[in-house]
C-alpha cells in the first residue's frame, strides 16, 4: 500500500521524541531529571464537579465553543492585558495546535510561504507543510528591521511566538507595532502565539490584541496549557475578526466538532479561582528562572537573551558539539534530558533549549554542571549514539 508521501517525510517532532524515550526510561524505573517538557508542574487542587452538569458533559456543544467560557476568556484578556474583546471574536477548540494547524490551512493555497521568526516552536514548520505551505524562517540574528526584505509575493502571513519557546524573549510594544504595520502594509496576516502571556515577570504583558480592535490582519492563539498548568486538558482558543472566524469554525466542524463539553464546563465554573492558584506559581517560577539565569553566566554558558517563560536557549557553537548526538547521550548515560536545538529553525543547531518547569532548582544545578563537563569532553560519535539506542531498545529519531 502507497501511504501520503507528505506524512511519510514529516519528522517526528523532536521534543516529543525525546519525550518519548524519557517516558519509556522512566517505565524502567529510571529517575530522569526532565529539562526537556514544554510545560511546568502546578499545584491546582481538585475543585469538585458538584457545580457542573455533568449530564451534559456527555454531549457536543458549540462548535465555537461554550459561549458563558468564551466570555470568562474574553473578560481575562480586557483585565489582565487591557484589551476590548468580544466573546464573539472567540473560537475554542482541543489545543492550540490544531488551532494553528487550520489557520495555516485556510491561509494558504498550494506552495505559498509563511514566514516563521526563529527560533520558532518546532509545529509551525511541519504544519505548514502538512497544510501544502512553504515554512520560510526569519534567522533569530537579522534585525526586526529588515523584516521586509523576507516578504514576498508568496507570504501569507508572519508566525511570532510572544513571549518566545524557546528563548524566552519578550517582544517590546515598540517591536509588535512595528511587526504589525509592515504586515498590514504587505497585505499579509500577522499570527501571534501567546501561549506563554502570563509568564512575564518585571513588565506588562502587552497582548497584540491591543494593536487593532477590528483584528483585522490579525490571528491571536492562545491555551489554558502554559499559563493554567493544563496541558493535558487540551483547550486552546483562537482571538480574531469574525470572517476569518467563520473559516476555522467550518473547519473546527470537520476536523474536532468541539473542545470537551465536560472540560469546558469545568473551566467556566473555576476559572478564576485556578488562576488564583495558578499565576502566584508563575511569579515564583519566574524569580527561580532569574537564579538559574545567574547560575548559567556563572557556569560561562552562552544563550540568546530573555526574561520570560520556563525556558533557556544554550549557544554550544564553541564546542563543536552535534546538539542531537550530546542529548540522546545524556540522557541514556546520566538519565538528564534536554532538547536539541534544531529543532527550532534552520539556523539553530548549535543551541540547547532546557526547561526548568518541573524540576528543582538542586537539579538543575547538577544537570547544569554535568552538561558543561560533558560539552568540555567532546567525546560523542553520532554512530555509536545510534548503536546505544539499539542496546538499550530506544527507538532511533524517525
Not at 533549549?353 to 547544569?368: C, H, P, V, W
Request: glycine share 4%.
Amino acid at each position: 500500500m502507497n501511504f501520503s508521501k507528505k506524512v511519510i517525510e514529516t519528522p517526528q517532532a523532536l521534543s516529543v521524541y525525546l519525550n518519548q524515550l524519557v517516558y519509556e526510561l522512566k517505565s524502567r524505573k529510571k529517575n530522569i531529571v526532565t529539562l526537556s517538557l514544554g510545560e511546568s508542574f502546578f499545584d491546582i487542587p481538585y475543585l469538585g464537579i458538584e457545580n457542573v452538569d455533568f449530564s451534559k458533559g456527555y454531549h457536543y456543544s458549540d462548535s465555537k465553543g461554550l459561549k458563558e467560557l468564551r466570555i470568562k476568556i474574553a473578560n481575562f484578556y480586557n483585565k489582565f492585558y487591557n484589551t476590548k474583546i468580544n466573546y464573539e471574536k472567540i473560537l475554542i477548540s482541543a489545543g492550540s495546535k490544531i488551532i494553528l494547524y487550520m489557520c495555516f490551512l485556510s491561509l494558504l493555497n498550494n506552495k505559498e510561504e509563511i514566514l516563521i521568526h526563529e527560533p520558532a516552536w518546532l509545529s509551525y514548520k511541519e504544519q505548514v507543510k502538512l497544510a501544502n505551505g512553504k515554512p520560510i524562517f526569519f534567522p533569530f540574528n537579522e534585525n526586526l528591521k529588515n523584516l521586509n526584505k523576507y516578504i514576498g509575493k508568496k507570504t501569507k502571513a508572519f508566525v511570532i511566538n510572544n513571549p518566545n519557546n524557546p528563548v524566552g524573549k519578550l517582544y517590546t510594544k515598540k517591536e509588535l507595532n512595528y511587526i504589525f504595520k509592515i504586515c498590514r502594509k504587505r497585505k499579509i496576516y500577522l499570527i501571534v502565539d501567546e501561549a506563554y502571556s502570563d509568564f512575564v515577570i518585571g513588565k506588562k504583558f502587552f497582548s497584540c490584541a491591543n494593536l487593532d480592535s477590528e483584528l483585522e490582519n490579525l490571528i491571536i492563539v492562545n491555551s489554558l496549557s502554559k499559563n493554567m498548568g493544563m496541558s493535558g486538558w487540551r483547550i486552546g482558543y483562537l482571538i480574531t475578526n469574525p470572517k476569518f472566524l467563520i473559516l476555522i469554525e467550518k473547519l473546527n466542524q470537520h476536523l474536532i466538532t468541539c473542545a470537551p463539553t465536560f472540560l469546558q464546563m469545568y473551566m467556566e465554573k473555576n476559572f478564576e479561582k485556578i488562576l488564583s492558584y495558578t499565576l502566584p506559581q508563575i511569579k515564583n517560577l519566574l524569580y527561580k528562572r532569574q537564579r538559574i539565569q545567574a547560575f548559567l553566566k556563572k557556569l560561562k554558558f552562552k544563550f540568546l537573551e530573555g526574561n520570560s517563560t520556563f525556558y533557556f536557549f544554550i549557544d554550544i557553537t564553541e564546542y563543536k558539539q552535534n546538539a542531537f548526538t550530546l542529548c540522546v547521550n545524556l540522557l541514556i548515560d546520566e538519565s538528564i534530558s534536554i532538547v536539541p536545538g534544531n529543532a527550532y529553525g534552520e539556523n539553530t543547531n548549535n543551541f540547547l533549549r532546557i526547561s526548568i518547569g518541573t524540576e528543582s532548582e538542586d537539579k538543575i544545578y547538577q544537570s547544569l554542571k554535568i552538561l558543561k563537563y560533558k560539552l568540555e569532553e567532546n567525546n560523542y560519535t553520532t554512530q555509536n549514539t545510534l548503536k546505544k539506542l539499539d542496546k538499550n531498545s530506544l527507538a532511533r529519531f524517525d
